[in-house]
């Protein structure tokens, strides 16, 4: 929020969009997001509704450039122009990041209620030079959230989202998770059984030779991994 706040400073809007998502063609998915002054149901409605959105595909197909969107951009796509009323935006400006995960991108959109002022070209290009900054910022706050979850030896932290793509992860991730899935190999997202414990918000995952300690911070998922151990196998009780 107080990124978002600094950002409607230097661009004056309305609104703002923050997060990460995912793309494959022209189906996107938004994993984890922040959203300033608009309603909370709108990452679910781009998910389920609106999976060839019109700005999602331009912004993915033409990454870390800043562009702008209105009222005749809406118009050829019924549904991206229904997300836009809903969301109470006459014009946007949009980008998207290419994320250090094969996949997975960054992006920030700004929107203004009004037609008039128009986002310019200097609007854009401060978009632009600002966008990294914002990616380098939400994994420096995913690393020291993960720090301050370190137990001792032998566990290896990692931040993911609701989908279980991987954003930042610690050394020793990718072993751990190869002694219980050897066929998982450095895939960009978690294995299926730690999706599914992450996605059913789940705090603690047992496999046979590891065990995942899960915590969840906004839309993202700390998840310490470490060896199981014949206790971990013991009820509460």
């Known amino acids: ?25 022209s189906v996107h998915r938004v994993h984890c997001s922040y959203l300033y002054h608009l309603p909370e149901d709108v990452p679910e409605l781009l998910n389920f509704n609106d999976p060839n959105n019109l ?11 800043a562009h702008s969107f209105g009222p005749s951009d809406w118009a050829r796509q019924p549904s991206t122009a229904e997300l836009a009323e809903h969301m109470g935006i006459e014009q946007a400006i949009c980008i998207a990041h290419p994320s250090g995960v094969q996949g997975l991108v960054s992006f920030l959109s700004v929107g203004r209620s009004a037609t008039e002022p128009a986002f310019g070209a200097e609007d854009r290009h401060l978009l632009e030079w600002l966008m ?15 720090g301050q979850l370190h137990k001792g030896d032998g566990v290896s932290l990692l931040t993911t989202d609701i989908d279980g793509w991987i954003h930042v992860s610690e050394a020793g991730v990718d072993a751990l998770l190869c002694q219980e899935w050897p066929q998982w190999m450095s895939s960009p997202q978690l294995p299926v059984p730690m999706t599914q414990a992450i996605a059913a918000r789940k705090t603690r995952y047992v496999g046979r030779k590891i065990r995942a300690d899960i915590r969840w911070s906004g839309g993202h998922a700390l998840v310490a991994l470490r060896r199981s151990e014949p206790r971990d196998l013991l009820t509460r009780q």
């Open 1 to 25: 929020r107080s990124c978002l706040e600094l950002l409607s400073d230097m661009i004056p809007s309305d609104c703002g969009w923050w997060g990460r998502a995912s793309f494959d063609g």
């Open 55 to 65: 700005v999602a595909h331009r912004v993915t197909s033409m990454p870390d450039r």
């Open 132 to 146: 990294p900054h914002f990616a380098a910022a939400l994994d420096l706050c995913c690393v020291t959230q993960m």
